[in-house]
């Protein structure tokens, strides 16, 4: 059974980099072909998908975030972790990473395993 779980700070001020951290168990994140992404929910909104990182290390990004998103990871911990520039409180949510087989990586629903989430605001 694959689990993930989102840690990092749960308050970031305007301007600050938000930095999370996926650690998942059960599975490796360089198993073909699972891509692993960050996806949020603002309040109120559906779930964005940000990005992800393949099994083979290449990163894929939303166009809407491209300029100020960068995903990583560490295979020796099997984590991946998400940065994200500049924020504003636009980017108050929740924010989960996922799982998914296959190149479908954008599609929100094509997602098989998923962290409980993880609040952030973003607020001075």
């Known amino acids: 059974q694959v689990q993930l779980q989102e840690s990092g700070p749960g308050l970031v001020k305007p301007s600050q980099t938000l930095s999370l951290t996926c650690t998942v168990s059960?599975?490796?994140?360089?198993?073909?072909?699972?891509?692993w992404s960050w996806i949020r929910q603002p309040p109120g909104k559906g779930l964005e998908w940000m990005g992800a990182?393949?099994?083979?290390?290449?990163?894929y990004y939303s166009p809407s975030l491209k300029s100020r998103t960068s995903i990583s990871r560490d295979t020796s911990k099997n984590q991946f972790t998400l940065q994200l520039s500049s924020v504003t409180p636009e980017d108050t949510a929740v924010y989960y990473c996922?799982?998914?087989?296959?190149?479908?990586?954008?599609?929100?629903?094509?997602?098989?395993?998923w962290g409980q989430g993880t609040q952030v605001t973003v607020s001075s």
């Open positions: 990182i393949a099994y083979s290390g290449s990163t």
């Open positions: 996922a799982r998914t087989s296959g190149g479908d990586y954008v599609n929100v629903g094509s997602y098989d395993y």
């Open positions: 059960g599975g490796s994140i360089t198993t073909n072909y699972y891509y």
